[in-house]
């Protein structure tokens, strides 16, 4: 198809009329940054969006249902075991007033990546077994994250570490019009952590760990300083049940928190997100008062390898977000890696004690912002110590 017909179809009108009118040197220019567009998977996102959500189902939701291990693991059943752990850092720091990669922002002596990549190698002389990590980057912050592991020799780990890169897809005007830059280069964003499995799988991550003898690795957010991807509770009841995915779950602070919910629905727990959730859910309560879906989201969780090669393969739903980048007020199309849940056969949900596993980076001043962790010691032997005594 000619790209002014797929242009058409999607209802491009202001690129349409650029080409037609624009000086011949700059219709190649925004041809040739056209050319990196999956415009198949833009016209399935934009589909999506613009059908309303399925919501018949909300008064029958229920609270989610809890697990507890049955018996914690110790040292001793790790020994010798290689493990994993993905990051995912595909954003920008613009939210708290930082232009680099989240990861790269500095709090004191040490950057996020720095904060999370210490703790990991102290569980891994715990266990006397290597950690492998992987890093999801996005288009907009690759170079300059291979750059910053490259400038600290990364950490004494390379031969561990691996970068790799989720899909992209172009950031649209509040008129569902793909955005131009000054310079004709599109306004791209990263698709969201929803593509982790088919990254993982097309950068060659999944063949890679299978060959290290990987069953099963930990996903944490690279803006949650106090992450533990290995805790205790969490790692037993994944590897005592032998759950295909076990998820943390820590309390909500209020009815307004901007975390996801976790929901039941019959035979199903899954995370409606904070911003399409029906503010009824959300604030209703049970007979004492209490929240009555009082457990968050914080996308820390732990998954075995060969349900991450199943679940690459699955097309999650599309959300819109509302953004300003660079400037722009913008829609930003993305998947959420919780909606995999739906396709999960054995899940556990077990909470974590959120004043030790949930401290989010996102704002530029007040709450989870720069300055409220100030003073937060993030020595990473202290995650070590629920493992110790």
């Known amino acids: 198809m000619q790209l002014e017909d797929t242009l058409k179809t999607l209802e491009q009108t202001e690129l349409l009329q650029i ?21 198949q998977l833009l016209e399935t996102a934009l589909d999506e969006i613009h059908t309303d959500a399925d919501t018949w189902f909300y008064h029958d939701l229920e609270p989610p249902i809890l697990s507890t291990p049955k018996k914690i693991v110790s040292l001793s059943d790790l020994k010798n075991k290689p493990l994993a752990c993905v990051i995912l850092a595909g954003g920008q720091g613009t939210r708290f007033g930082f232009s680099g990669p989240k990861g790269t922002y500095s709090l004191g002596a040490k950057t996020f990546f720095q904060t999370h990549i210490e703790k990991l190698q102290s569980f891994s002389a715990l266990i006397e077994a290597p950690i492998y ?20 020799s990364w950490f004494g780990s390379k031969s561990l570490i691996t970068l790799f890169c989720q899909k992209s897809l172009p950031l649209l005007s509040v008129e569902e019009q793909i955005i131009l830059r000054k310079d004709d280069s599109l306004l791209l964003g990263p698709d969201g952590n929803g593509g982790l499995f088919e990254a993982m799988r097309d950068s060659s991550l999944l063949d890679n760990w299978k060959k290290a003898a990987i069953s099963s690795f930990a996903v944490i957010l690279v803006d949650n300083l106090k992450a533990m991807p290995f805790d ?32 039941r629905f019959n035979d199903k727990q899954f995370v409606l997100e904070y911003s399409e959730v029906d503010p009824k859910i959300a604030e209703s309560t049970d007979s004492k008062g209490n929240l009555r879906f009082a457990y968050a989201n914080i996308s820390q969780f732990i998954t075995r390898l060969d349900t991450a090669y199943r679940l690459s393969g699955d097309q999650t739903s599309w959300h819109a977000a509302r953004k300003t980048v660079e400037g722009f007020n913008v829609i930003k199309l993305e998947r959420f890696i919780f909606d995999h849940l739906l396709n999960v056969n054995k899940l556990s949900l077990v909470e974590v004690d959120r004043s030790s596993h949930f401290l989010p980076i996102k704002n530029a001043t007040g709450e989870s912002s720069p300055e409220e962790v100030v003073n937060t010691d993030f020595d990473s032997l202290i995650y070590c110590n629920q493992w110790r005594n």
């Open 19 to 39: 080409l037609k009118t624009a000086p011949n040197d700059r219709q190649d220019r925004i041809r040739a940054s056209l050319q990196s567009v999956n415009w």
């Open 133 to 152: 990590i992987g890093i999801m980057t996005s288009e907009s912050n690759h170079k300059e994250t291979t750059e910053y592991f490259e400038k600290n």
């Open 232 to 263: 205790r509770k969490l790692l037993s009841q994944h590897l005592l049940n032998d759950d295909e995915m076990t998820w943390a779950a820590i309390k909500r602070k209020s009815a307004f928190e901007k975390v996801g919910l976790f929901v």
